[in-house]
């Protein structure tokens, strides 16, 4: 073979090799990309979810505590529903604060005041 060719072909393969390596590295790039976007979807939908499922729990919670602890003063009424919400937190799998989970009772007490036409407290 020539030595002039086997320069050249000895640069391609190099070339090659460079132009092979840098495919790799971008299909990386665009993979941890892809896989962020995902990842980040999902936080998003997982949370929208849980936030739905604990209003929904804290309404049932309230619910629970204004009709089986009725002649009970609204503090009494208030732990029972929070038991009430932890406990079924808990059996869903949800991890939640006690901040977080007296938010969403005290939400759904202040919703029925107002529908029930009750003056809030000053």
Not at 24 to 31: A, E, G, I, M, P
Not at 97 to 104: F, L, N
């Amino acid at each position: 073979m020539n030595p002039v060719n086997s320069f050249w072909i000895e640069i391609l393969n190099q070339g090659l090799n460079i132009l092979l390596q840098a495919s790799v590295l971008v299909l990386l790039y665009l993979f941890r990309q892809l896989v962020q976007k995902i990842s980040a979807y999902y936080e998003s939908h997982t949370s929208l979810r849980q936030r739905e499922l604990l209003t929904m729990l804290g309404h049932e919670a309230f619910t629970f505590a204004e009709t089986v602890y009725r002649n009970m003063d609204r503090d009494a009424k208030l732990n029972e529903a929070l038991r009430y919400l932890l406990s079924k937190a808990e059996q869903h799998g949800l991890s939640i604060s006690m901040k977080d989970a007296r938010a969403v009772i005290e939400k759904d007490w202040l919703e029925d005041r107002r529908r029930s036409g009750i003056p809030l407290p000053s």
